[in-house]
């Protein structure tokens, strides 16, 4: 989806709604699909001392799967979409800063970005999660599972066989 800002550009015009909502379902990342519900992007382009700036919020519910037990977290989140805009080449490495070609805008490329970097390294459900039993598979949060079998190492348990066999 493109936005085109020429009449910000040109001053005809000093600001442009932005309300629509994005598609990144087919979105992989850490072999997830963070994205599965449609994003909202609400908020406006608009003209403050000859800058044109960018300034919006992406309203989504990050999906993803808990690092420790596996359940499956769906989480509201709201981030700003912020960026300065130009048609000329700054050469500025400022990823803040978005070079805007023929005067339009891809939205879809910005906010996908942005999306992607604003998704957190680990997932928890819960601060205190205590993950799964690697004996049972058991959820240790609520409490132990009463598996008595400590559980051996498949490579211990292979030298164990072989020294009962003798
Ligand atoms: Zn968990
Ligand atoms: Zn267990």
Excluded: W
């Amino acid at each position: 989806m493109f936005l085109n800002l020429k009449q910000l550009f040109t001053g005809e015009r000093d600001s442009l709604p932005v309300d629509c909502t994005l598609d990144f379902s087919e979105l992989e990342y850490m072999n997830n699909h963070p994205f599965m519900h449609p994003v909202r992007v609400s908020g406006d382009v608009s003209v403050i001392a000859e800058v044109v700036t960018l300034d919006a919020v992406a309203d989504f519910i990050h999906d993803c799967k808990c690092d420790r037990c596996l359940a499956e977290i769906h989480k509201p989140v709201q981030i700003p979409i912020k960026h300065v805009l130009v048609t000329i080449d700054t050469q500025d490495n400022d990823n803040d800063i978005v070079l805007v070609k023929n005067y339009l805008l891809p939205l879809d490329d910005l906010v996908r970005e942005d999306l992607i970097l604003s998704l957190p390294s680990k997932n928890l459900c819960r601060e205190d999660c205590h993950g799964l039993c690697p004996g049972c598979g058991k959820e240790l949060t609520d409490g132990p599972c009463g598996c008595t079998s400590k559980t051996i190492d498949p490579r211990l348990e292979i030298l164990r066989q072989l020294t009962e066999s003798e």
